[in-house]
């Protein structure tokens, strides 16, 4: 029994060694890094990343070098801009305005956290079209289960008999497989309008469902067929440019219309792995994705979603003491993980 307990001791102390030390050893010689915000600019037709200088002034970098002002940004700085009066009337050889600007900003963003975590298969339902005109708190909520969807009622935790008899009568014509996947929604009154939830059925299908006057519509998408989708993220921006975002199986992020086409795109992107970020305007998206490693920019036409531009920003390596963790920013779990 002594030999047993050595064994342990030993074996715990060289787990704790290769835990602790390469802790220590990072946090006192690895250095912040950060990199400048930057965005496809629609009058350098390059990537302007912000840079604040020497002085104390906002200024824009671009690709060669070149410094610019607030001018490189009109779209993102929109707002700055009209509030000095240098709003340029006409871009890309067109007129624009304040309000049309405001109207096709488009921001969105997704975290390895999010989508690693493990929820509760319960999703808020909201009415799409309230009495009043203004979105209001769900009352009902969407319960996924493996062999069926019940509809509850929140404030008694009632099945919704009727209600869900006619989902699930509707979600058989449509030919939907359970246990569902992937749910993505915004349950939330703090917006314009709501499309309810993308979900896709055990054979990677999507649909949506949408509570229309206390029923929930259902939706099939055929061209999203075949694409083995393990992403998707519900948009509702006050544009309606897309309905969603999502990536197929080898990757690639593709553009849900309202109209149910879907438009691939350039852009690569790992869930699981890599930060998402989107800023859109009036005639361009900047797709940004980030690692420990570095980021990767691409600028897609907002007309098409073809690709315009791409831009890649290593980080600069250091050197890193190899041994365990238990953490990682990509998720929430606490497991052994071996770092070299």
């Known amino acids: 029994m002594k030999n047993y307990g050595k064994i342990f001791l030993i074996a715990s102390l060289a787990l704790l060694f290769f835990w602790v030390v390469p802790w220590l050893y990072n946090l006192i010689t690895l250095k912040p890094y950060s990199t400048p915000f930057t965005l496809y600019s629609c009058t350098l037709h390059d990537f302007a990343s912000l840079d604040r200088g ?40 067109r007129a624009v305005s304040l309000e049309e600007i405001e109207r096709n900003a488009v921001i969105a963003t997704s975290d390895p956290k999010d989508i690693n975590r493990t929820l509760p298969p319960v999703y808020l339902l909201m009415e799409s079209v309230p009495e009043r005109l203004e979105l209001k708190d769900p009352e009902d909520a969407l319960v996924s289960r493996s062999r069926g969807i019940d509809i509850v009622k929140m404030a008694t935790n009632e099945i919704r008999a009727d209600k869900t008899a006619l989902l699930r009568q509707t979600l058989q014509e449509q030919g939907f497989a359970y246990p569902a996947k992937l749910f993505s929604g915004k349950p939330s009154h703090r917006k314009a309008y709501d499309e309810g939830y993308l979900v896709t059925d055990a054979q990677d299908k999507l649909y949506q469902f949408k509570q229309v006057n206390d029923t929930v519509v259902v939706r099939h998408f055929p061209e999203a067929d075949g694409l083995a989708l393990k992403f998707v993220m519900i948009t ?34 790992t869930p699981e792995k890599e930060d998402l970020l989107i800023v859109g305007d009036l005639f361009y998206y900047t797709v940004k994705t980030s690692t420990d490693e570095g980021e990767r920019f691409w600028a897609l036409s907002s007309s098409d979603f073809s690709l315009v531009d791409t831009l890649s920003r290593p980080y600069p390596r250091e050197g890193s003491f190899p041994g365990i963790r238990f953490t990682s920013a990509n998720d929430g779990w606490v497991k052994p993980r071996l770092t070299l």
């Open 54 to 93: 020497e002085g104390k002034e906002f200024q824009f970098i671009d690709t060669k070098g070149n410094v610019h002002g607030d001018e490189a940004q009109p779209m993102f700085y929109a707002g700055v801009l009209a509030s000095r009066g240098a709003l340029p009337d006409t871009l890309e050889g």
């Open 236 to 269: 509702e921006f006050d544009n309606h440019a897309t309905l969603g975002y999502l990536v197929s199986g080898d990757g690639r992020l593709q553009m849900l219309l309202p109209d149910g086409h879907v438009i691939p795109t350039e852009v690569s992107f």
